[in-house]
């Protein structure tokens, strides 16, 4: 079996794609895919791993913990997706972004040492994702979680690196939460494992936010009429129907951070740009670009 541990982060997904995989969830166990319900192993792992205190799992402890997890038969692939995986909103922002993800990571796959495998994240902008990510916080009665921090300084490469570090061997995927209007049956796909041909019910739940009613409907009915050949052309349909159906509200991000002027979100914007080239040049990483 391979565990594939889908990371987030905070603020981007949401969910969005463990909901889509469950939906599906019984053609995917059909091929060997199983896809159990959050509510089943969040909280399960979270305390493992803190009873195991960085010690690797028995076999006993292996088999009954994957026991608790899988009810649906025997699997080749087990998709565990949680945005906390790597830290809490409140402990993702210090000297980096998820400074301790590494470590945590590697307290999570000691629950199953024996098995296999792959980790999946989905990065944002900085100058989006740190307000958000603060708001995220102080709702939960935390302090400012910003304060004192130079934004220029948070780079996702850093994150990776220090994932890659401390988890060596195990690949890790990475997409642009901004190109997932684009790319979103690609990410579906490198999670879940599942056939190219195999088409996931409610995948377009992403552009049911983005495109308006209207829009929506006449880009299903293009698609049945004119079948999309291949990945490239998918896509160019999508901005196609995006530029003229899309909604201003859901398109357009207002960034509220106190003090940000707009020459740093500019300067913060052109840093995270270079740095997913760095990203993409990293060995053991795939970058899901449109």
């Not at 939906?23 to 969040?42: C, D, H, Q």
């Not at 040492?113 to 935390?142: C, I, M, S, V, Y």
């Amino acid at each position: 079996m391979r565990i594939v541990y889908h990371l987030g982060a905070h603020c981007t997904d949401d969910d969005r794609l463990v909901r889509c995989l469950l939906k599906n969830r019984a053609v995917l166990a059909e091929a060997g895919i199983a896809v159990p319900s959050p509510t089943r192993y969040r909280k399960l792992l979270r305390d493992t791993a803190t009873q195991l205190r960085g010690a690797a799992a028995s076999q006993d402890t292996q088999t009954m913990i994957l026991d608790q997890i899988i009810d649906d038969g025997p699997a080749d692939r087990l998709i565990l997706s949680w945005t906390s995986f790597l830290s809490f909103p409140a402990y993702a922002v210090g000297e980096m972004l998820y400074g301790n993800g590494g470590q945590r990571l590697q307290s999570f796959t000691r629950i199953f040492p024996d098995l296999e495998a792959e980790f999946h994240l989905g990065l944002r902008n900085p100058a989006t994702f740190l307000p958000d990510l603060r708001e995220r916080a102080q709702t939960k009665g935390h302090e400012d979680i910003l304060r004192n921090v130079d934004p220029l300084s948070l780079r996702w490469s850093d994150t990776i690196r220090q994932i890659k570090a401390d988890n060596p061997g195990i690949p890790l995927t990475v997409w642009c939460d901004e190109d997932t209007p684009l790319i979103w049956p690609e990410v579906l796909q490198a999670v879940a494992g599942h056939d190219p041909d195999l088409h996931l019910e409610d995948s377009d739940e992403l552009l049911a936010q983005l495109m308006t009613e209207a829009g929506l409907a006449r880009f299903h009915a293009y698609c049945a009429e004119h079948p999309p050949q291949s990945v490239l052309q998918r896509r160019r349909i999508v901005t196609a129907f995006l530029e003229k159906f899309g909604r201003p509200d859901a398109l357009e991000t207002e960034i509220k951070a106190p003090g940000w002027s707009e020459a740093l979100i500019e300067r913060m914007t052109q840093s995270y740009l270079a740095d997913v080239g760095r990203i993409a040049e990293m060995p053991g990483v795939t970058l899901i670009e449109p």
